[in-house]
């Protein structure tokens, strides 16, 4: 316990001294909700359940149903073959951007709680999506997320220059990935050896 602890502590310590290091433009900002679809404001994250079917005629009957009034998680249980959601009525919990495929995100997305999509194809099937809840994207959610992406590329540079400029012996093989060794460099090259000088020649 004591050990997991001290990891714990020691991952605290590194992301929160390589936070310090980073700062955030606008124009990264405006970066990322380009490169997300996103935009401040609207939903950063979803809360949906889907009903996914392998064909475009199954899910044209999905939806005819819910649109006569059917009970979402009744024809979930009849008709989804997505075997972890539909004994739970469909239920994908919330997620953000770059959770679920592109046509999927971006159909949830366009979704209103309480709206039910038209068929959605992606590699899995056909799905119906019905969206029960959004949370508006603000600035420093966005800041944020940006944050998180940088601390994950410049977390082992920063433990890396921490090993070189400082004497560091770790007795416990657990923690060695923290610090790992910096690669040695090539050793140069050995000079090449004259070639013997010919012999002289008789007259």
């Known amino acids: 316990m004591d050990d997991a602890r001290t990891l714990v502590r020691q991952n605290i310590l590194t992301t929160k001294a390589v936070d310090q290091n980073i700062t955030v433009t606008d124009q990264q900002v405006n970066d990322y909700l380009k490169q997300q679809h996103l935009t401040i404001g609207a ?6 359940r ?3 079917v392998k064909t475009k005629a199954q ?10 009034g059917g009970d979402f998680a009744a024809l979930a249980k009849q ?5 972890g959601t539909k004994d739970k009525g469909g239920e994908l919990g919330w997620f ?3 959770q679920m495929v592109p046509a999927f995100q971006a159909a949830a997305f366009a ?3 309480g709206q039910i999509s038209a068929p959605v194809q992606t590699p899995f099937g056909w799905h119906v999506i019905q969206v029960e809840a959004t949370k508006p994207l603000t600035k420093d959610e966005a800041i944020d997320q940006i944050k998180k992406q940088q601390e994950s590329l410049q977390i082992q540079p920063f433990m890396n220059q921490l090993r070189t400029s ?3 012996e770790i007795d416990d093989p657990r923690f060695s990935d ?3 060794s910096p690669t040695p460099a090539a050793p140069a090259p050995a000079p090449a050896t004259p070639a013997p000088a010919p012999a002289p020649t008789k007259k």
Do not use: N
């Not at 899910?59 to 006569?68: F, H």
């Open 43 to 48: 939903p950063s994250q979803v809360q949906a």
């Open 50 to 52: 889907h009903i996914l």
């Open 59 to 68: 899910a044209d009957v999905v939806e005819a149903q819910l649109k006569k």
């Open 79 to 83: 008709y989804s073959i997505d075997p």
């Open 96 to 98: 953000g951007p770059g």
């Open 111 to 113: 979704l209103k709680p």
């Open 166 to 168: 400082a004497k560091i």
């Open 178 to 180: 923290l610090f790992p």
